[in-house]
């Protein structure tokens, strides 16, 4: 047997996720806590308008506002078109430059499953001579960075690291439904953490403005902070879920190694 969740169900799940009461939700949305328990007992379906506008006001990710159309029998608001399509040339060019423009520092961009979508010749660099296996379209970026093959034994603080890119995560399946992700996030956290002499332990502090990446290439200790950058106001599931890294060299040593590898 079948069993379809309604709108209100949905609705309901968000606003507890978001820890919010009835009549909060109802103030945000300028509406009352009757209709919204109405709306979420299933004594009264919102239109259109007004399931957009809980879900703006819940901050539900594009791709569940779908959902929240779907379940409440409307279309689809937003669209879902493939990175290669023509009418996603511009974006492609403008990611290409900001990547390009940011180099020699590392920088990349992944979708909502981490899979690299573009990146430039500073992530080229940090992953040379990492084996194939892991380097065969897609790219995972949280694969590659934990894998006992890939990064992780070149990263000296990589438990504290791994721990920060484990709670970006957990918070992100938190906040949206994704069974990908949860699979993704499975597969990487069941990975040994092998600890080196040296290598920096989870609570020691660190002398920087933000948890550092700390990592070696051809003999040198590179450090990073990392900043991550998201569209505003997407119209489009694909974009809403493109996400804009880059690494920052934290110390005078690490810009002055990478500019002298520049051509």
């Known amino acids: 047997m079948t069993t379809t969740t309604s709108v209100g169900d949905l609705l309901r799940t968000w606003r507890q996720r978001r820890g919010i009461s009835?009549?909060?939700l109802a103030g945000r949305a300028d509406s009352s806590s009757r209709h919204i328990s109405f709306i979420e007992t299933g004594?009264?379906?919102?239109?259109?308008?007004?399931?957009l506008r809980l879900a703006d006001r819940l901050d539900v990710p594009v791709r569940e506002r779908n959902s929240l159309l779907l379940a409440a029998g409307y279309a689809?608001?937003?669209?879902?078109?493939?990175l290669d399509d023509p009418s996603m040339g511009t974006l492609r060019e403008g990611l290409e430059r900001l990547l390009t423009g940011y180099e020699p520092y590392p920088a990349l961009v992944v979708d909502a499953?981490?899979?690299?979508?573009?990146?430039?010749?500073?992530?080229?660099?940090?992953?040379?001579?990492?084996?194939?296996?892991?380097?065969?379209?897609p790219l995972n970026a949280m694969r590659i960075t934990l894998h006992p093959e890939g990064l992780a034994p070149r990263i000296r603080n990589l438990k504290q690291w791994r721990g920060h890119l484990l709670a970006q995560m957990e918070r992100q399946i938190a906040l949206a439904r994704s069974a990908?992700?949860?699979?993704?996030?499975?597969?990487v956290a069941a990975h040994p953490v092998a600890g080196r002499p040296g290598d920096a332990e989870p609570d020691e502090p660190v002398p920087y403005i933000a948890l550092p990446l700390?990592?070696?290439?051809?003999?040198?200790?590179?450090?990073?902070?990392?900043?991550?950058?998201?569209?505003?106001?997407?119209?489009?599931?694909?974009?809403?879920e493109l996400a804009i890294e880059t690494f920052l060299p934290a110390d005078p040593a690490t810009v002055k190694y990478l500019r002298s590898l520049s051509p």
Do not use: C, K
């Not at 004594?43 to 399931?51: F, I, T, Y």
């Open 180 to 187: 990908p992700l949860r699979a993704l996030y499975d597969e």
């Open 22 to 24: 009835q009549l909060e």
């Open 76 to 82: 689809p608001h937003y669209a879902q078109t493939p």
């Open 214 to 240: 700390l990592i070696e290439h051809d003999g040198h200790l590179l450090s990073f902070v990392s900043s991550i950058a998201t569209f505003n106001t997407p119209m489009d599931v694909t974009v809403a």
């Open 113 to 137: 499953t981490y899979n690299v979508v573009a990146a430039n010749r500073g992530i080229a660099m940090l992953l040379d001579g990492l084996p194939e296996h892991l380097l065969t379209p």
């Open 43 to 51: 004594r009264s379906r919102p239109s259109e308008e007004m399931v």
